[in-house]
């Protein structure tokens, strides 16, 4: 089985900065130990030899719950894009995302 490295906190302030999320040190240290320990209980699950483990998908007694689409008010254009960081003629402006960081 493939083992999951671990995260250090280099790594954990690079992806707050890419989900533009504003983190202290202590917190990403914080984050860092608490994703170590969810990557090492993975690593331990994936000792697990579950070759002769059967799927456990029972589809044949589901049954889907629906219920019926109603169109229901909802916010206004100018109400939505007030809670935008940026917006330009009607839209959300995102930054470019497809050539470089």
């Excluded at 320990?37 to 697990?48: A, G, P, Q, T």
């Amino acid at each position: 089985m493939t083992k999951v490295h671990s995260m250090d906190i280099e790594t954990v302030k690079h992806i707050a900065s890419l989900v533009r999320l504003g983190i202290t040190e202590a917190e990403a240290d914080e984050f860092s130990r608490q994703f170590n320990s969810i990557i090492d209980y993975f690593n331990m699950l994936n000792e697990v030899d579950t070759r002769n483990v059967p799927p456990a998908s029972d589809s044949a007694n589901a049954e889907n719950v629906l219920r019926e689409d109603l169109v229901e008010p909802s916010m206004n254009r100018e109400e939505f894009l007030r809670n935008a960081p940026r917006s330009e003629r009607g839209y959300i402006k995102v930054p470019t995302v497809l050539f470089g960081e």
